[in-house]
């Protein structure tokens, strides 16, 4: 017999279904609560509410258990390729090595964008955030592909994500080649899927490039790590800017934006202002954890605590030693790093941190990694993206296989009761 929860309003009880996902996760669905009760539930960010049911990642913050379909991110982090986790998050199961070929050979196929863009990137200031200079060029690709933007023609969504899987970089990339004053780099598709992206970041017509594979390793790690995280706020976003049937580049354009905010993607770069700030600024890690913990201060301690996690969150666990590692092999000092460990150790020690339960989350070294192989701190958040991006897809074509409402959700109104408006002279 399923299970059923019983609300009980005024004199009346009413029964609801209790949904029981495949982890044993249990939730009271309350889709005909308003037709039966005229009742609406009020959960303001949401943090007893589940907006879907969905088979791509599983999340148990108390545990600290990330899987994507199934599969342990440690084990996936270990064995596969960041391009073979997006095939597995958006086909929803792991390529043999010909179906990899063929996506690989798609994705390569479409690295190229269209030679206008560059004027695109020259309407903007020197300055301009790479953000917004990916969200806006997201968008833009609409215009330049109308030919793949039928969310239910499944041609048309096929080659809209392979071109936007494969775009991205580049349109990430041209965003920092244009802040610096440097020309634009062609994609090399002889290259990985990363190793071309460190191409059209760092190389420069003049001089050979060579990719270094730690670097290439660390980045390929970083985006796999980044690929999903069920249903975040850019997430969340992407999905329900999708189901109003828009078209996939701008349901994307819109994730980009929601995860630019330094409480989401926005806090790795934020990680290492704070840790940049700390070192010339000369505070120690302690008067800086102090400072997080005040009420009268605002700062927070960056990268550290998280919504879901509750206990440590697994990607900070390999990306920590992955930070250890990759600085070793380039043989990188880092001073930042160093201080890192040091607020790390102090947060883990103290009352405030351990009571809210707040741990370093993806963020907090991911930066560290990043600053030493030579990314400019306004360009982690769109690598974050690039990364995030076979989750956004995946979410999305899911969310347009089961969900066939546009999402909407509703409010308790608390304003003024109708009034009559007076005119000018009377106010
Ligand atoms: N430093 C100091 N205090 C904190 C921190 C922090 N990093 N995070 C939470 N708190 C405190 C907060 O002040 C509150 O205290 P009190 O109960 O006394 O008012 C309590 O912990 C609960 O915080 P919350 O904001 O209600 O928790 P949340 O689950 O809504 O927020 C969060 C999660 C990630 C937005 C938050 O922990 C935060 O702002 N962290 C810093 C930014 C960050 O690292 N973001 C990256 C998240 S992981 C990657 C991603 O999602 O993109």
């Known amino acids: 017999m399923a299970e059923k929860a019983e609300l009980r ?23 005909e609560l308003r037709s039966k009760t005229g009742l609406i539930t009020l959960d303001p960010s949401y943090a007893n509410t589940g907006s879907c049911e969905s088979s791509i990642t599983f999340i148990d913050g108390e545990k600290g258990i990330l899987r994507y379909r199934g599969y342990d991110i440690a084990e996936l ?12 998050l958006i086909e929803g199961k792991l390529p043999t090595r010909e179906e990899l070929d063929k996506f690989r050979e798609s994705i390569r196929y479409h690295t190229m964008v269209h030679e206008d863009f560059r004027l695109f990137y020259r309407a903007m200031p020197k300055d301009a955030h790479p ?8 968008a833009s690709l609409a215009t330049f592909y109308p030919d793949s933007l039928d969310p239910r023609d499944p041609r048309e969504v096929e080659v809209g994500v392979h071109r936007l899987i494969a775009k991205l970089p580049t349109i990430a990339s041209y965003a920092y080649k244009h802040a610096i004053g440097q020309p634009f780099m062609y994609p090399d598709n002889r290259l990985s899927y990363v190793g071309n992206f460190l191409h059209m970041m760092f190389a420069t017509p003049c001089e050979p490039y060579e990719v270094d594979p730690v670097v290439e390793r660390a980045l390929d790690l970083l985006f796999i790590l980044h690929a999903d995280h069920e249903q975040n706020c850019s ?11 828009v ?5 994307i354009s819109a994730g980009i934006n929601a995860l630019w905010g330094p409480r989401h993607g926005g806090a790795n770069q934020g990680v290492i202002e704070m840790l940049q700030a700390i070192a010339e600024e000369g505070i120690t890690a302690k008067d800086f954890v102090d400072r997080a913990k005040s009420r009268n201060d605002t700062s927070r301690l960056v990268g550290f ?17 992955a930070c250890f590692d990759v600085l070793a092999r380039l043989g990188v000092n880092s001073k930042l790093l160093e201080i890192a ?19 370093p989350n993806v963020d907090f070294y991911s930066g560290v990694i990043y600053n030493a192989i030579g990314t400019p701190e306004s360009m982690f958040t769109a690598m974050f993206a690039i990364g995030r991006l076979p989750g956004w897809i995946a979410q999305w074509a899911e969310m347009h296989d089961h969900q066939h409402k546009i999402g909407r959700p509703r409010q308790v109104y608390q304003g003024a009761n109708e009034r009559s408006v007076q005119t000018i002279d009377e106010r």
Do not use: Q, W
């Open 9 to 31: 309003i005024g004199g009346d009880v009413i029964e609801l279904d209790v949904i029981v996902g495949t982890e044993g996760e249990r939730a009271i669905n309350i889709e």
């Open 77 to 88: 982090a270990e064995k596969c390729t960041f391009l073979e986790t997006a095939y597995l």
């Open 131 to 138: 953000m917004a200079a990916c969200s806006a060029a997201c």
């Open 235 to 245: 997430t969340s976003t992407v999905r329900i800017v999708g189901s109003s049937h």
């Open 247 to 251: 078209n996939l580049f701008a349901s």
């Open 305 to 321: 605590g998280h919504r879901v996690y509750k206990n440590f969150d697994p990607r900070a666990k390999i990306i920590k030693k």
């Open 341 to 359: 460990v040091e607020l790390e150790e102090l947060a883990l020690k103290d009352d405030y941190f351990v009571e809210r339960k707040l741990y």
